[in-house]
């Protein structure tokens, strides 16, 4: 099977880079699946779970939001936060839904959809555990 470079940064530090056969992608638009020889994309990420597989190895990562680079041969994850899932629990979930509480108090009236669409997601993450 072909696989695709993965990395997946967060301003903590760099938490994976590996040889994958395919990435689930938590998109601003919707999930999607990068796989080697993806046609190139440039998006957002929305609060989310990012799978990464890898032989029969599969890694999850809590991801808040960030951005993402797909070339044919790369995938890159510039992460506001992450998480590795397993070091994730209902108490660290509820600490990001609070920031993202925080964060829609001080939003202008016209970002303020997308603030009320982060903090949904946000809460979504709770379905996870």
Do not use: C, W
Not at 6 to 17: G, I, M, N
Not at 33 to 55: F, I, Q
Not at 84 to 110: F, Q
């Amino acid at each position: 099977m072909a696989t695709i470079q993965f990395d997946l940064v967060s301003p903590e530090k760099k938490l994976a880079s590996l040889e994958v056969s395919e990435i689930q992608i938590p998109g601003s638009d919707g999930d999607l699946t990068a796989m080697a020889e993806h046609a190139p994309l440039l998006t957002t990420l929305r609060p989310g779970l990012l799978s990464v597989k890898a032989g029969s190895d599969l890694m999850e990562y809590i991801v808040t939001g960030g951005f993402v680079e797909i070339s044919g041969t790369n995938v890159s994850v510039l992460a506001e936060e992450a998480l590795p899932r397993n070091e994730v629990n209902t108490s660290i979930i509820e600490e990001l839904i609070n920031k993202a509480t925080v964060a829609l108090e001080d939003v202008t009236a016209e970002n303020k959809d997308d603030a009320d669409k982060r903090l949904a997601d946000t809460k979504a993450l709770l379905d996870l555990f």
